[in-house]
């Protein structure tokens, strides 16, 4: 999550380098370095730093969080689950902005969006005390009114639409799905806007998909991180962002 800007014809990427750690976690040792992405995506344009640190410090670890908001000089959006502990850490570490997603052990990857409308009461305290510390809070949830409205009643002044049906719908190119999904994102994107939130979209986003989801205009900000890092490994991650900043710009132009 980057500033807030008035001026929503300008799209910002929040780059997560999350699966630059899956790579370096998988063998052991330093390499590939995160931070090192970080610094990369930054000199190709990004407009911030993503990176979620889970429970179970399956790709990004303590340390990396630590060097991240030392090292960079990009907003850190910390994705985070709302748990004791991590809202321990993120008071310590005072990120620009924290993102909270919900969290289970057994998933590969953020399977849907977190139930804002059914944990309203655990919720309101927990991000009362992140904005107390000057931390920005956003909400990743998924693209329903209902879950729109209840983010808004919690004083969370930013949502994260997850867009992980609209990604299945394209890998499946299936229009009919595709045209749904879209509508969906686009009619919470405008709920939300009405409220005065902004309006982030995140999750399963490429170079293929995204032009669709970057021309809402009510959406200012995309975090995209797994893809941008596969791509890495066939045009370099510079270049990546280079071509998903191009690819958003001409949507919204």
Same mark, same amino acid.
């Given at each position: ?79 985070? %689950? ?20 919900? @969290?289970?052990?057994? @998933? ?63 890998? %499946? ?6 045209? %749904? ?73």
């Amino acid at each position: 999550m980057v500033e807030c800007n008035s001026d929503k014809s300008a799209l910002r990427l929040g780059v997560n380098v999350d699966h630059v750690a899956t790579i370096r976690n998988a063998r052991g040792g330093v390499h590939p370095d995160p931070v090192r992405a970080a610094h990369l995506v930054a000199a190709a344009g990004a407009d911030g730093i993503t990176a979620h640190l889970r429970g179970d410090r399956r790709h990004i670890v303590d340390d990396d969080m630590r060097r991240l908001k030392t090292e960079i000089d990009l907003p850190l959006n910390f994705e985070m %689950a709302a748990t004791a502990e991590m809202l321990k850490i993120c008071l310590e570490a005072v990120p620009h902005a924290c993102c909270l997603v919900p @969290e289970n052990r057994e @998933e590969r990857t953020t399977e849907g969006g977190l139930d804002v409308a059914g944990q309203h009461y655990f919720l309101a305290p927990f991000i009362r005390k992140l904005m107390d510390a000057g931390i920005r809070v956003s909400l990743f949830i998924d693209p329903e009114p209902p879950q729109v409205e209840a983010a808004q009643s919690t004083g969370a002044p930013v949502i994260e639409i997850h867009t992980g049906a609209y990604y299945e719908a394209t890998a %499946a190119t299936d229009p009919a799905r595709i045209n %749904a999904e879209l509508e969906k994102i686009k009619t919470a994107a405008e709920l939300a806007d009405g409220f005065g939130l902004e309006v982030h979209a995140g999750h399963g986003l490429t170079f293929k998909n995204v032009q669709p989801v970057a021309a809402l205009p009510q959406i200012v900000e995309l975090n995209i991180g797994h893809f941008l890092v596969g791509e890495a490994v066939f045009m370099g991650l510079g270049e990546a962002v280079k071509e998903m900043k191009r690819l958003m710009r001409d949507a919204r132009a």
